[in-house]
């Protein structure tokens, strides 16, 4: 944040440069894995953003535990709170909320399977960054049945 990634002098003297910048409040909506809580807000912070995460009502304690420690992390280091904070998963209606609200957020990413991906670029009323399919990793130890590892794969 903040680097000019490039730039240059126009004849009559007028500076042009490409800054990288924050986005401002960053929306993200995604599935049950309590992991993308942490990795969606160190992406944001590492970013210069303030993140409103949606996770599903699934993982609900996991990601609220997780929001507490990171904004108790965010404090200790002399950063708001509230440049992290969870929105309910007890219903829908908040994902309805984050993605129609133009003015308070500055864009929204979904992240998931493909009928929730799609549900919020159709829906949303402020930017959206559409992003392809959940990924699902699978690491296979040096000592692991081989034979087990490609079945799960």
Same mark, same amino acid.
């Given at each position: 944040?903040?680097?000019i990634?490039?730039? !240059?002098? @126009?004849?009559?003297?007028?500076e /042009?440069?490409?800054? %990288? ?7 993200m ?5 309590p #992991? ?7 992406l944001? @912070?590492? &970013?210069?953003?303030?993140?409103? @995460?949606?996770g ?5 304690? !996991? ?11 965010l404090?200790?280091?002399?950063v708001?709170?509230?440049?992290v904070q969870?929105?309910? &998963?007890?219903?829908? !209606?908040s994902?309805?909320h *984050? /993605? ?10 979904p992240?998931?399977g +493909?009928?929730? /991906?799609?549900?919020?670029v %159709? ?11 959940? #990924?699902?990793?699978?690491?296979v130890?040096?000592?692991?049945? *081989?034979?087990? +590892?490609?079945a /799960?794969v």
């Amino acid at each position: 944040v903040g680097v000019i990634v490039r730039g !240059s002098t @126009l004849p009559n003297g007028l500076e /042009i440069r490409q800054t %990288r910048v924050p986005l401002g409040v960053v929306g993200m909506v995604y599935e049950a894995r309590p #992991n993308v809580t942490v990795d969606a807000f160190g992406l944001a @912070l590492k &970013s210069g953003n303030a993140a409103l @995460l949606r996770g599903s009502s699934s993982a609900a304690n !996991s990601n609220a535990a997780l929001v507490e420690v990171l904004r108790e992390a965010l404090v200790a280091q002399g950063v708001p709170a509230d440049a992290v904070q969870l929105l309910p &998963s007890n219903d829908r !209606s908040s994902v309805t909320h *984050l /993605i129609q609200a133009r003015g308070l957020v500055d864009v929204v990413i979904p992240r998931g399977g +493909a009928g929730l /991906i799609n549900a919020v670029v %159709r829906d949303a009323q402020v930017p959206t960054i559409e992003t392809g399919t959940g #990924n699902c990793h699978v690491y296979v130890h040096s000592a692991a049945d *081989l034979a087990m +590892a490609e079945a /799960i794969v």
